[in-house]
């Protein structure tokens, strides 16, 4: 049996430092206006170090999408797996397809977070819907996209439909942009709502309200 070789703590966390204010880095500035100089100074490395970790700006960011994306699969993919393992098998009813979408929002409220590194995350996010860089596309293919159709398809069958179609996956586009008021638009909600955090609470009120407008999304028309 081979034995793993020994991780050397100060690499690793040379490796984070650089992630850490990568994320900074890109989410106020952008991609074309981040420059390896700036996170190598803010990093306190010097750039053949950023070279050896990430190879280049264009490795770095997307190393930086690729962090956003692990976090979310730790706390999400489980729960995303077995919803879309029902959502794609016969028989699924509309209050069992109900069910499934109302623990997915329990779920996204959930994981609000007011850490340092989840309000990095989320503007880094914020930053590459409106200037794409590098690690759009994976951000794309491997978070928002799966989870639009997953939830779409999820409205359909509690609207028993066969299928998602256009309404279904606007639907779901409004449903999960309604959480971004707590997320990438944090700031502007919690100057509104004079909060200076999402506590338990509040997630429980937020989730509660989520619940009201799938009702309103899944209701028969008149």
């Keep these: 049996m081979t034995m793993p070789e020994p991780r050397d703590p100060g690499r690793d966390g040379t490796r ?3 992630l850490d204010v990568g994320l900074r880095c890109f ?5 074309s206006g981040a420059t390896t100089r ?3 100074s803010g990093a306190g490395v010097t750039l053949p170090v950023i070279s050896y970790h990430f190879g280049n700006k264009e490795g770095l960011h997307r190393a930086c999408a690729e962090a956003i994306v692990e976090a979310y699969r730790a706390h999400m993919l489980p729960l995303a797996m077995a919803a879309r393992t029902a959502a794609d098998a016969e028989g699924l009813s509309r209050a069992g ?11 996204l409220v959930a994981g609000m977070s ?9 503007a880094f996010v914020l930053r590459e ?12 293919n491997e978070l928002w996209k ?12 509690a609207r028993g439909l066969p299928s998602a179609g256009e309404a279904e996956r606007a639907a779901a586009m409004m449903l999960l942009a309604s959480l971004t008021a707590y997320s990438t638009h944090a700031p502007v909600t919690m100057a509104i709502l004079g909060w200076q955090g999402v506590d338990e609470t509040r997630r429980q009120m937020v989730a509660a309200l989520a619940g009201r407008m799938l009702d309103g999304i899944l209701a028969d028309p008149a």
């Design 16 to 18: 984070a430092r650089i």
């Design 114 to 122: 007011g850490t340092a590194t989840g309000q990095l995350e989320t």
């Design 27 to 31: 989410a106020q500035e952008g991609w």
């Design 97 to 107: 397809a109900r069910g499934w979408l109302q623990r997915i929002l329990e779920a």
């Design 38 to 40: 700036m996170i190598a």
């Design 146 to 157: 799966p989870g639009i159709l997953l939830v779409a398809d999820l409205i359909a069958a």
């Design 129 to 140: 819907l409106s200037e794409p860089g590098p690690g759009y596309e994976l951000l794309l």
